[in-house]
């Protein structure tokens, strides 16, 4: 297996942020774990964001903070995939979205690299006090439902989201 770095965006990564956008945006893909991404056709714009949701006295309001990573292949010093941490509840992320997104890019998939991403970043939750971490995934989505319980996630049940109009399967991960 390759080795991977998570780090928090910064404009070092700025071009390689558009490029992943656009990549998701070309496959009309899901944004998973990336925050606010899809809004920011300005990458340093959306790297300000991050810093902003990360501390509690800047994050907005209707938000709880939440610590994005870059997944970066060491090899090439690519960005291959993103993951968000959030630090605690609300009442739509206990129901539904829970602690974790993440996505990996259209043309780095099906080479593990989703399960390698959330296991490098659960000692991160640990660290910040998350000793339980709820994941949940759209029913269906095969390779995000393997890559939780790769992890040790255990089933616990499905919910409606009416908002998107999905069932979603809840996971946790004991850490
Ligand atoms: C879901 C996603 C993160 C998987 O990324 P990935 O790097 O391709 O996943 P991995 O290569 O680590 O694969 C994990 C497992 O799922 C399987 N898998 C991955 N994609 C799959 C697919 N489309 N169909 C069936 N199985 C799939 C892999 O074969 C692997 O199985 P294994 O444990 O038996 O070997 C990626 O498809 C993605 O970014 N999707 C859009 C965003 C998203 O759905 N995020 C999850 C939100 S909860």
């Known amino acids: 297996m390759e080795e991977f770095i998570l780090i928090r965006p910064t404009s070092e990564y700025a071009s ?3 490029e992943y956008r656009q990549e998701f945006l070309d496959a009309d893909n899901s944004m998973d774990g990336c925050g606010p991404l899809r809004r920011f056709g300005n ?6 964001v991050c810093k902003d949701y990360e501390n509690p006295e800047t994050v907005p309001s209707h938000l709880v903070p939440a610590t994005q990573f870059l997944f970066i292949r060491k090899s090439d010093n690519k960005l291959v995939g993103m993951i968000q941490i959030r630090h605690r509840f609300n009442d739509f992320l206990e129901k539904y979205a829970g602690h974790i997104g993440y996505s990996v890019r259209p043309s780095e998939r099906r080479k593990g ?16 006090g998350i000793n339980k971490v709820l994941i949940a995934c759209i029913d269906g989505n095969t390779g995000s439902e393997k890559t939780i319980l790769a992890n040790g996630g255990l089933y616990e049940s499905t919910v409606h989201e009416p908002n998107g109009d999905r069932d979603l399967k809840r996971f946790w991960i004991t850490l």
């Open 43 to 48: 990458p340093e714009e959306y790297i300000q």
């Open 113 to 128: 690299y989703a399960k390698e991403m959330l296991k490098t970043a659960l000692p991160f939750c640990k660290q910040i």
């Open 16 to 18: 390689q942020l558009a």
